[in-house]
């Protein structure tokens, strides 16, 4: 039997006891890229970074649906969270990060 079994599941809500939370959270230390791989792999490696950040600030902001995300409120949302402009492939797949995550 694992070890987790073995302990009793709390079943109490959180609305009714404190949450431990470690804020302020640090961004993650940014680690080199490796070195050798194609051109290519950089340019989308780094898409689709940006395109994440686009997507999770667009959920922040409340818009939830794909079609809610045109091209040029994706591109106001990179403004306001200071990243450069996307591209039409980027904007393409930031959409495309909302619709096949539901």
Do not use: F
């Given at each position: 039997?694992?070890?987790?079994?073995?302990?009793?599941?709390?079943?109490?809500?959180t609305a009714h006891r404190q949450v431990a939370l470690d804020l302020p959270y640090a961004p993650v230390a940014k680690r080199p890229l490796p070195p050798g791989?194609?051109?290519?792999?950089?340019?989308?490696?780094n898409r689709r970074l940006k395109a994440m950040r686009l997507a999770i600030a667009l959920l922040d902001s409340g818009v939830y649906m794909a079609n809610q995300a045109r091209n040029e409120t994706i591109r106001t949302t990179a403004e306001r969270i200071g990243v450069h402009p996307p591209s039409d492939?980027?904007?393409?797949?930031?959409?495309?990060?909302?619709?096949?995550?539901?």
């Amino acid at each position: 039997m694992p070890a987790a079994a073995t302990k009793p599941k709390s079943n109490r809500s959180t609305a009714h006891r404190q949450v431990a939370l470690d804020l302020p959270y640090a961004p993650v230390a940014k680690r080199p890229l490796p070195p050798g791989r194609p051109r290519e792999w950089y340019v989308t490696h780094n898409r689709r970074l940006k395109a994440m950040r686009l997507a999770i600030a667009l959920l922040d902001s409340g818009v939830y649906m794909a079609n809610q995300a045109r091209n040029e409120t994706i591109r106001t949302t990179a403004e306001r969270i200071g990243v450069h402009p996307p591209s039409d492939t980027t904007c393409h797949m930031v959409r495309a990060l909302m619709r096949y995550s539901r």
